[in-house]
């Protein structure tokens, strides 16, 4: 009882299609967010390459604990590129006859932004230092989200097949996208609906830095926060 309540529930969770109206108006601001979106993601790329050179000269050669801590996070807030081995996920529809039969995918074999979500939620876990999705680099503040039959993926809209690639230990990457809860998923999307799944492990992978970074807190690397009177943090 308690799979046949699950199964409808993961049903449900997939299912919901659009009104084609209510398609048109959400293809159309996608669109519109996606073309200003890759004008900034150009702008930041330029400016970035600046920042790197001028943080570079600021730290000075002397200071290499403190350059490599630097570039460690950026690794993992994704603000510079990942370079290594890892794998590549890759999910596609169903093939039309599996599905519809009339040169049509039913949204129940469409690849959805839960699914992507739901494999690469598992490759972080299993311990990728970096993933992007067909070349857009994840960080924790992006979103996977759907708008009609397109996937988003922070405001840019991706065209199928999804490339899910994670950099990392390729052996655990690729574990846990073949059994682990990834893999368990994207077995599931096959069986269940003829979604199309593969998995493979990957030597000297690149992934681009994130074109969407927001500073959020800062400290001072050396110096502790000064306390004033009132128990408020005082800049000197």
């Not at 970035?48 to 570039?71: H, K, P, W």
């Not at 529809?93 to 129940?108: F, I, K, Q, T």
């Not at 311990?127 to 989200?145: D, F, P």
Request: hydrophobic share 45%; glycine share 10%.
């Amino acid at each position: 009882m308690l799979g046949l309540v699950t199964g409808a529930g993961v049903a449900a969770l997939r299912a919901g299609p659009l009104q084609a109206q209510d398609r048109a108006v959400l293809e159309a601001e996608v669109e519109r967010r996606t073309a200003v979106a890759d004008r900034l993601a150009a702008d930041n790329t330029e400016l970035r390459a600046l920042i790197e050179v001028e943080q570079a000269a600021a730290i000075g050669a002397g200071a290499d604990s403190l350059l490599a801590a630097t570039e460690e996070l950026g690794l993992l807030t994704g603000a510079v590129e990942a370079t290594g081995e890892g794998v590549v996920v890759v999910l596609d529809d169903a093939p039309v006859d599996e599905v519809a039969g009339a040169g049509a995918v039913s949204d129940e074999g469409r690849v959805q932004d839960l699914d992507i979500q739901t494999v690469v939620n598992g490759l972080w876990a299993a311990g990728a230092e970096g993933v992007s999705v067909n070349g857009q680099r994840l960080t924790s503040l992006s979103t996977i989200r759907s708008a009609g039959d397109a996937v988003v993926v922070d405001l840019r809209q991706l065209a199928r097949p999804y490339t899910i690639t994670a950099v990392g230990d390729a052996e655990l990457l690729l574990e846990e996208a073949r059994t682990g809860s990834a893999g368990r998923w994207a077995a599931f999307l096959r069986d269940s609906y003829g979604v199309q799944v593969s998995a493979e492990a990957a030597d000297d992978l690149v992934l681009p830095a994130a074109s969407r970074l927001s500073l959020r807190h800062a400290t001072g690397a050396t110096q502790e926060p000064v306390v004033g009177p009132q128990g408020e943090d005082v800049l000197e």
